[in-house]
């Protein structure tokens, strides 16, 4: 199956909602990183453990909406061998997926830093946290980079051109 049959379902308006989900999760991201320069303030990790409970809402609506935007290639599954559009957009999904896991972890763990920073001003782990922190927002990044990248090579011509330079635009801001 050529690449391009499997894109010609991806319209322009498709791709703009999909960046306008990206700009808002590359926004949560800089604001992450941002209480991640801030820590050990408590100020920064309540607005992180804020922050991390919007990126795990949004990480979850962001996979229903790829689950819309691209079913010919995740109906596709492991049994499309030699397929590279199903074989691309299954690692986005995988890493999507594992952004997901760690906005997860990362939350609680946010979660349980207040409490103990509660108990004990001053006394939670900031550098692991940070450290939490930076991994999530990161890979977040990478995850949606590499969709955008996958979805501006692989559509090829299917891609309207208004589209495709919003993907142009967003990978160069990013």
Same mark, same amino acid.
């Given at each position: 199956?050529?690449?391009?049959?499997?894109?010609?379902?991806?319209?322009?308006?498709?791709?703009? /909602?999909?960046?306008?989900?990206?700009?808002?999760?590359? +926004?949560?991201?800089?604001?992450?990183?941002?209480?991640?320069?801030?820590?050990?303030?408590?100020?920064?990790?309540?607005? =992180?453990?804020?922050?991390?409970?919007?990126?795990?809402?949004?990480?979850?609506?962001?996979?229903?909406?790829?689950?819309?935007?691209?079913?010919?290639?995740?109906?596709?599954?492991?049994?499309? =061998?030699?397929?590279?559009? /199903? !074989?691309?957009?299954?690692?986005?999904?995988?890493?999507?997926?594992?952004?997901?896991?760690?906005?997860?972890?990362?939350?609680?763990?946010?979660?349980?830093?207040?409490? =103990?920073?509660?108990?004990?001003?001053?006394?939670?782990?900031?550098? =692991?946290?940070?450290?939490?922190?930076?991994?999530?927002?990161?890979?977040?990044?990478? +995850?949606?980079?590499?969709?955008?990248?996958?979805?501006?090579?692989?559509?090829?011509? !299917?891609?309207?051109?208004?589209?495709?330079?919003?993907?142009? !635009? !967003?990978?160069?801001?990013?």
């Amino acid at each position: 199956m050529p690449a391009g049959a499997v894109m010609t379902r991806l319209t322009s308006a498709d791709v703009t /909602a999909m960046l306008v989900q990206h700009a808002g999760l590359r +926004s949560l991201c800089d604001e992450l990183e941002a209480c991640a320069d801030q820590l050990p303030d408590r100020a920064s990790l309540h607005h =992180a453990t804020r922050l991390s409970a919007v990126l795990v809402a949004d990480l979850r609506r962001h996979d229903r909406f790829d689950r819309l935007l691209l079913p010919p290639v995740v109906a596709c599954g492991p049994d499309a =061998a030699g397929n590279p559009m /199903a !074989s691309l957009f299954g690692r986005v999904r995988i890493a999507h997926g594992a952004d997901q896991l760690h906005a997860e972890d990362l939350h609680e763990t946010l979660q349980e830093a207040l409490q =103990a920073a509660a108990a004990q001003p001053g006394r939670f782990r900031h550098d =692991a946290i940070g450290y939490m922190m930076r991994a999530l927002f990161d890979g977040c990044r990478r +995850s949606i980079d590499f969709q955008e990248i996958a979805i501006l090579l692989l559509a090829g011509e !299917s891609l309207a051109i208004g589209a495709r330079q919003r993907l142009c !635009s !967003s990978l160069a801001g990013a």
